[in-house]
C-alpha cells in the first residue's frame, strides 16, 4: 500500500473512537515498540484528537551569515512550502531535533494551516503565540513555549523526508494519532488494521470497564475469559446499552 494513499473516512473513524493506549498496545501485539511521541502536549487540551497523515518539516540548528529576517523578496523556504502544500486532513509533523529555543510556527501560520483544512501540527520543538494557539479549535502538539523567531535559533531545510520526534521516526505518509496521552505513529501500510483491531479492543475494554464498574472482579473480566466475551457479543448485538450490561 503507498504511502500517499488516502486515509479511508472508516479508517478515520475507527482511529477516532480509540485511544492513544489502546492504538499502542496494537502496535506492541506486532512488535513495535518505538512509536509513543511522549513529552509534547496539545496547547489547548480541548482541541487535542488528531488522526491524518504525516507531512514532515525538518529543521536545523540556524547559522548567523545565513539566516536573516524574513522579507517579502525572499525565495520560498520548506517552511513556507509546508505552509502552503501541505495536503487537507494531513498532520505537519515538524522535526528539530529537540530545539525548543525557537518557535517553529506562530499564531498566523497555525491559523493558515487551520483554515487550509489540516488535521494538526505535531512538533518536538517549541511554538511562538502560544497563549493565542492555546484558543484555537486546532490541534498543535508542541514541547515548549519560546518567544523568539524561529530563524534565530533553526533553519527550515525539507519537507517530505524522514524526521526523528523525540526519538520515534516518522516517515511521510505515516499515520499520526493524538490524544492528551501523547502520540502514535503508525506506519501507513498498518493503518486499516490497527484501526480496525484498535476500535474492536477499545469497545470490548469499554464493556469491561462498565462491568468492573458495577462490581464484578478483575478475575475473569480483565482480560476476559469466555463467559465475558459472550455477554460483550450480547452487548453489542442489543446496540450497547449503556446501562443493560449484563
Known sequence: MSNS???????IRNFMYASTATISMQMLKRGFRNVAVNGVKPLNPAAARIVGPAYTLRYIPSREDIDKAPSPSDPPNAQRTAIEESPAGSVLVIG???????GTLGDILALRLKVRGLAGVLS?????????????DFPVYCAAAAAPPSMANLRPVEVQVPVGIRGVPVYPGDVIVADEDGAIVVPRHLADEVARDSFEQE????????????GHPITGTYPPNDE???LYQAWIAAGEPAGGVP
Open 5 to 11: 494513499e488516502p486515509l479511508s473516512a472508516e479508517t
Open 96 to 102: 528539530t531535533e529537540g530545539n525548543t529555543r525557537s
Open 124 to 136: 518536538d520543538g517549541a511554538m511562538r503565540d502560544s497563549p493565542v494557539i492555546g484558543k484555537f
Open 203 to 214: 469497545r470490548l475494554e469499554k464493556f469491561v470497564a462498565i462491568r468492573v464498574g458495577q
Open 228 to 230: 465475558t466475551k459472550k
